[in-house]
């Protein structure tokens, strides 16, 4: 057994009250540690569409869905290791505004 623990990020959260485009931020100061997964709850009634670099369209949620974004931590006992990086921007946009929040959640491992 490695001895790493599991921990969980700050959630973030954004009322689609105020989406629009062009895209928004959604986690104002990036990521707060290297995550081996990212979960988008989207609990609005619009479809939201996800950045990664605020300008290309990457990924879609429907209204009321969730998107789970594992890195490839899986791989580890071959030495390949793949999480996402301290600092990323996650960017959000959509046609309308909506009734409901977008949260972000994401989890890495401790010694």
Request: aromatic share 10%.
């Amino acid at each position: 057994m490695s001895g790493r623990s599991i921990k969980a990020i700050p959630r973030t959260q954004f009322n689609t009250a105020g989406l629009g485009l062009p895209y928004t931020l959604l986690n104002i100061l990036g990521l707060t540690q290297p995550c081996f997964l990212l979960r988008l709850v989207n609990d609005s009634n619009v479809g939201i569409t996800i950045s990664y670099d605020g300008v290309t369209a990457h990924d879609y949620i429907r209204a009321n869905s969730t998107l789970d974004l594992p890195g490839v931590s899986g791989l580890q006992e071959n030495g390949i290791v793949g999480v996402w990086r301290k600092g990323s921007k996650i960017y959000i946009s959509g046609l309308a505004a909506g009734a409901g929040f977008i949260f972000l959640t994401g989890y890495y491992l401790v010694d």
